[in-house]
């Protein structure tokens, strides 16, 4: 009776062993999936600075091209021109 009750001991520890190994393997795949969507978004953020900051330096050269104008530093002419 020994001999029968330690292979179904083994197999019941095999068994526990695959399932949390299978658990692992689908939290890792959950990570994997977590880590790509954070990375889409971190290379969207950038994107967005980028463009953020390609805006804000069009916006300031607007202003200075309106400030020279104003100023009669810039003439009409030109300033149409661009």
């Known amino acids: 009776m020994k001999q029968?009750?330690?292979?179904?001991?083994v197999e019941?520890?095999?068994?526990?062993?695959?399932?949390r190994e299978m658990a692992l393997e689908d939290f890792c795949a959950k990570q994997i999936s977590e880590i790509k969507h954070l990375n889409c978004l971190?290379?969207?953020?950038?994107?967005?600075?980028?463009?953020n900051a390609i805006i804000g330096q069009t916006r300031e050269d607007k202003i200075l091209r309106l400030e020279s104008l104003i100023d009669g530093v810039l003439p009409t002419?030109?300033?149409?021109?661009e």
Do not use: N, W
Request: glycine share 4%.
């Open 12 to 19: 019941k520890v095999l068994t526990g062993a695959i399932r």
């Open 4 to 9: 029968s009750s330690v292979p179904k001991a």
């Open 77 to 81: 002419k030109d300033f149409m021109e």
């Open 42 to 51: 971190v290379q969207q953020y950038k994107h967005e600075r980028e463009c």
